[in-house]
């Protein structure tokens, strides 16, 4: 019999809009869930459970003095550990900020709440959010929901790994070079870049760098119907390789961005999408920083395999991860729907229809983890409780 954290994010919304399921009997099962996983893959790495009890009595109140509510009312809703939320422990993965607890929400964090998420817990994820696999000296790696020794991508890895065995029915991210689409491959689940400038970024540090996006992540395309609501912060990253560009080398980089994103819009001219894998290998040991070969032949930089991200971001294109059954090692494989800028409500339509027409196929069908497998009552949970 199913519980209520294994039903959808769309179900669970009807239900409690319907009075037919209660905000807190949901929080309640996905702690369960948490408490029973989490040790094995290390997905939540901080989490305030009187407050997201708190919370769901104060949203189950609302449902039942019969007040308008948001889109997410009563949904429990993962951030992934690049964003501040407030009063939870919030660390970017990085020892610098190993006790830091911010004072105030971002405003991603902000627009959840009046929507009527539960924010409840942070998901794990690279320090800085630089590169393909999630872990850190804070927190230590996330596993696989399929095999515990290989990795979930990154940087959103720590969301992608909590929807895949139903800690929360929703979860954020973040995509620059493929970090909301990659992990969503590689654990069976959904990842949404939606196109620059459809989020507002009040914070951003640089105007000149459009590239980083937040963005939605759930179990089906039809849960990411809505990035404006699901986040309003973009993140500008600075990787250290930038800092030995010269002035001319950025200016022909530039020049370079600019005639592929010609060539991409003239693509567009003539086809509604693009469609690809979302990654170029299977998931691969977390042990193991990133991927350093394909085919024989060396990756000249710690990105390069993620290629068929990146690019598309480059050319400032919106893209929806979604699964595609599993690949010949048995593991969870993903492709890709790319548009041009502008077309989001295309791609999700277009990504929705097509999970929907291969799920009937159990070669193309949504691989699910067996959470249950990895329940381990001894086992400790290894999210820690807010500080300060």
């Known amino acids: 019999m199913s519980e209520p954290a294994d039903l959808s994010a769309i179900e669970a919304r009807r239900l409690i809009g319907a009075k037919k399921l209660s905000p807190v009997e949901l929080i309640e099962s996905c702690l369960a869930h948490i408490a029973a996983t989490n040790g094995k893959i290390n997905s939540v790495v901080a989490i305030d459970?009187?407050?997201?009890?708190?919370?769901?009595?104060?949203?189950?109140?609302?449902?039942?003095?019969?007040?308008?509510?948001?889109?997410?009312?009563?949904?429990?809703?993962?951030?992934?550990?690049?964003?501040?939320?407030?009063?939870?422990?919030?660390?970017?993965?990085?020892?610098?900020?190993?006790?830091?607890?911010?004072?105030?929400?971002?405003?991603?964090?902000?627009?959840?709440?009046?929507?009527?998420?539960?924010?409840?817990?942070?998901?794990?994820?690279?320090?800085?959010?630089?590169?393909?696999?999630?872990?850190?000296?804070?927190?230590?790696?996330?596993?696989?929901?399929?095999?515990?020794?290989?990795?979930?991508?990154?940087?959103?890895?720590?969301?992608?790994?909590?929807?895949?065995?139903?800690?929360?029915?929703?979860?954020?991210?973040?995509?620059?070079?493929?970090?909301?689409?990659?992990?969503?491959?590689?654990?069976?689940?959904?990842?949404?870049?939606?196109?620059?400038?459809?989020?507002?970024?009040?914070?951003?540090?640089?105007?000149?760098?459009?590239?980083?996006?937040?963005?939605?992540?759930?179990?089906?395309?039809?849960?990411?119907?809505?990035?404006?609501?699901?986040?309003r912060l973009q993140r500008y990253r600075r990787y250290r390789a930038g800092l030995r560009l010269t002035m001319e080398e950025v200016g022909r980089a530039y020049v370079e961005q600019h005639k592929l994103m010609k060539r991409v819009i003239s693509f567009f001219e003539h086809f509604d999408v693009l469609i690809t894998p979302t990654a170029s290998v299977s998931p691969f040991p977390h042990a193991q920083l990133f991927v350093e070969e394909i085919d024989g032949e060396k990756m000249p930089t710690y990105t390069r395999w993620l290629a068929l991200a990146y690019m598309p971001t480059m050319a400032l294109c919106c893209s929806c991860a979604i699964p595609c059954g599993r690949d010949h090692k048995g593991l969870p494989f993903g492709i890709q729907l790319i548009g041009s800028r502008g077309s989001d409500l295309k791609v999700l339509s277009m990504a929705l229809a097509l999970e929907e027409a291969m799920a009937s196929d159990a070669e193309t069908a949504r691989p699910v983890s067996d959470w249950k497998a990895l329940a381990d009552d001894n086992a400790p949970v290894r999210a820690t409780a807010n500080k300060g």
């Not at 009527?116 to 994820?125: D, E, M, P, R, W």
């Not at 790696?141 to 991508?153: D, H, I, K, R, W």
């Not at 640089?206 to 809505?226: F, I, K, N």
Request: charged content about 15%; aromatic content about 6%.
């Open 49 to 231: 459970e009187p407050l997201a009890r708190l919370c769901a009595e104060s949203l189950e109140a609302a449902v039942a003095k019969d007040e308008p509510l948001g889109i997410l009312h009563g949904l429990p809703v993962g951030v992934k550990d690049l964003e501040p939320v407030r009063g939870m422990r919030s660390t970017w993965g990085s020892l610098l900020f190993a006790e830091h607890i911010p004072n105030a929400d971002t405003p991603m964090v902000t627009n959840l709440r009046a929507a009527g998420a539960n924010i409840f817990c942070k998901t794990n994820v690279p320090e800085f959010g630089a590169g393909g696999n999630t872990r850190n000296r804070v927190y230590g790696p996330t596993s696989n929901p399929f095999n515990l020794e290989l990795t979930v991508g990154g940087s959103s890895g720590g969301s992608a790994a909590a929807l895949a065995v139903n800690q929360m029915p929703l979860a954020t991210g973040s995509d620059y070079a493929g970090s909301l689409r990659t992990p969503s491959a590689y654990c069976g689940t959904v990842g949404f870049r939606p196109s620059v400038g459809t989020v507002p970024a009040p914070d951003r540090a640089s105007g000149l760098v459009p590239w980083s996006v937040l963005g939605p992540m759930g179990r089906s395309s039809g849960e990411a119907q809505d990035p404006p609501r699901f986040a």
